[in-house]
């Protein structure tokens, strides 16, 4: 795997930044551990961990199905990892903020 343009990766972390900022998350990028994650943050625990590359309405379809308790319906084959209350109330946030 090589290293992205940096300016592909401002452009495409603008975007997800954005969008859960305004859900009241902060976003981090995770290089560390030889995959390229986004890190959603609440609270500073760490909420889900998403792999970079994946369009934000990808994101988006897959986790309001998720919230319905249904398999992803996107085009994109990805790694999510998160569990428990927080990672809940972050599928219904997205869910109930399914604009772009």
């Known amino acids: 795997m090589g290293i992205w343009p940096a ?3 401002t452009e495409k972390g ?4 954005d969008y859960f900022e305004k859900l009241g998350y902060q976003v981090t990028w995770d ?3 030889g995959e390229r994650w986004w ?3 609440k609270d500073d625990d760490l909420v889900a961990q ?5 369009p934000l309405s990808d994101i ?4 309001c199905c998720f919230h319905l308790g249904k398999s992803g319906t996107s085009k994109s084959d990805y790694k999510v990892n998160g569990h428990g209350p ?15």
């Open 14 to 17: 603008g975007e997800v930044n």
């Open 31 to 33: 290089f560390r551990s």
């Open 60 to 63: 988006v379809e897959d986790f």
């Open 39 to 41: 890190e959603i943050i």
């Open 86 to 100: 927080q990672f809940d109330e972050m599928l219904k946030r997205v869910y109930e903020n399914q604009q772009i």
């Open 7 to 9: 300016e592909a990766l």
């Open 50 to 54: 998403i792999d970079m590359g994946v």
